[in-house]
């Protein structure tokens, strides 16, 4: 089945610099790969997704960039800010039904 | 936007009983349901997945006996942990596949509920 690896577990930026999360996953029938933050107690937040269709989509501050080759896929944020600390989580699900494999977790840390 | 209410936020029981978990899809029609469940400092993990009218598939380990699941209608579906045991205290967190168009998300996440068991 499906396996996802996310690193780093933990990632410590300065306000204003970019942070960088990165996932690999083993299935290549793979298609749907969102990007979740979650905040303590709180549910996950879809922050951006990508499909397989698409090589990289921004919204804004991030931005998510995929290789079908590698299979792997990254999340950058960009000019970080002190509300962009949370857990960020990657998955990826194939077909139509969004049965999702998570990633580990990333807890990023956003200094002042 | 799609919306999905989960209740209770929070809940303690004492070793032994039974809790169930609601999730309602409020504004649209959930095909299919996700129940996860997370432990502190760890991801989301998969218990069941639920379709409308038919019984939940499991992931494996998951007992389904224990973890009881209904999706009787399109709006709403029910997981109950039947004889509950500290371990069983967790983040249990439903997520609903459907939407209105326009929704820029195909899962709709529950605000999660908070299971402690005495």
């Known amino acids: 089945g499906e396996n996802v690896e996310q690193h780093p577990s933990t990632l410590s930026v300065q306000e204003g610099d970019s942070a960088v999360i990165k996932c690999t996953y083993s299935?290549?029938?793979?298609?749907?790969f969102p990007w979740y933050k979650q905040e303590l107690g709180k549910r996950p937040q879809l922050i951006i997704d990508i499909r397989s269709n698409v090589g990289e989509k921004k919204d804004q501050r991030i931005a998510v960039t995929l290789n079908k080759t590698a299979k792997h896929f990254s999340l950058h944020i960009t000019e970080t800010q002190p509300e962009d600390s949370a857990v960020y989580f990657c998955a990826a699900s194939k077909g139509s039904n969004y049965q999702l494999i998570w990633g580990a977790g990333t807890k990023l840390i956003i200094k002042p | 936007g799609a919306v999905v209410s989960q209740h209770p936020s929070r809940v303690i029981c004492k070793s032994g009983t039974s809790v169930k978990i609601e999730c309602r899809s409020l504004d649209f029609q959930a095909t299919t349901m996700f129940w996860y469940r997370q432990f502190p400092k760890q991801s989301l993990m998969l218990m069941a997945t639920?379709?409308?009218?038919?019984?939940?598939?499991?992931e494996q380990g998951v007992e389904k006996d224990k973890f009881l699941i209904n999706h009787a209608s399109l709006t709403l579906s029910t997981l109950t942990v039947t004889s509950a045991h500290p371990e069983d205290s967790s983040f249990y967190i439903c997520?609903?596949?459907?939407?209105?168009?326009?929704?820029?998300?195909?899962?709709?996440f529950g605000n999660g509920t908070r299971l402690t068991v005495t």
């Open positions: 299935d290549s029938a793979s298609n749907y």
């Open positions: 997520s609903a596949q459907g939407g209105t168009k326009g929704s820029n998300s195909p899962l709709h």
């Open positions: 639920s379709n409308e009218g038919s019984k939940a598939t499991y």
